[in-house]
């Protein structure tokens, strides 16, 4: 007596990729890699491959993309997909670097033209400025941004603090000293002064004094800035 019996062996698994790069990035200027493919394998029979590329291409960027595809003999196939991007990542270098500097309110410098280098095309520059206000100093700062043509940015700042070390001065006609008779004083003038960095508020003040026969009116006008600096007149009358 004999039996046979037969066994049919059905491969419905895909060979399985090892190894490989799924993505890599080089810069705009460095050359294209040579990148080792995956390797595959299958737990029934041999594998076949075959490989495509697509390339596509913008302003910025340039991406080459493989599908790698194994397949066995039963049919069965597994795909991998290794990506190489040639991008530019890489903000703008200043050909100029500003350091902060202490001015006084006068000597307030134009904002510099400056220019940027990109290692894989043009960049151009803009600046803003803010004040912020405060006593004295008070701060300018300017935000300087260079920007290449994919939109990457470098962004240098320099802070301007002002100070004013000069005091204001009177711009109304002072009044000088007098002898008149007690009927005869006149009105306390109003004085008005500038300053070259900012408001300017004038105080006037008096004293009398009585010598004998004779009085003593004196008169301080006082101008401060808003740095506290102080420039004063005094008028004498007697």
């Known amino acids: 007596t004999s039996m046979t019996q037969l066994i049919f062996v059905q491969d419905d ?61 039963c049919g069965n196939m597994s795909t991998f997909v290794q990506v190489v991007e040639q991008s530019d990542l890489d903000g703008p270098v200043f050909t100029t670097t500003l350091t902060d500097l202490n001015v006084s309110c006068e000597q307030i410098p134009a904002a510099a033209s400056l220019s940027a280098t990109d290692n894989c095309s043009s960049a151009t520059v803009t600046v803003e400025e803010e004040v912020f206000p405060g006593n004295c100093p008070y701060e300018i700062r300017r935000t300087y941004r260079a920007t290449d043509l994919c939109g990457n940015s470098t962004v240098q700042v320099q802070s301007i603090f002002v100070s004013d070390n000069m005091p204001p001065s009177f711009v109304s006609e002072l009044p000088q000293d007098l002898t008149v ?27 009398f004094a009585s010598l004998g026969c004779t009085s003593l009116l004196s008169r301080r006008w006082t101008a401060t800035d808003q740095c506290g600096n102080q420039v004063q007149h005094e008028q004498n009358i007697t």
């Open 181 to 207: 008779s007690c009927e005869e004083v006149p009105a306390a003038a109003v004085l008005e002064a500038s300053d070259d960095c900012g408001s300017v508020s004038v105080v006037m003040e008096e004293s």
């Open 13 to 73: 698994s895909s060979p399985v990729f090892e190894g490989g790069t799924a993505y890599t990035h080089i810069d705009c200027n460095e050359a294209w890699p040579i990148i080792a493919p995956p390797t595959a394998s299958d737990n029934c029979s041999e594998t076949t491959f075959s490989q495509f590329t697509i390339e596509e291409s913008n302003d910025c960027s340039t991406v080459r993309t493989t599908t790698f595809t194994a397949s066995d003999a």
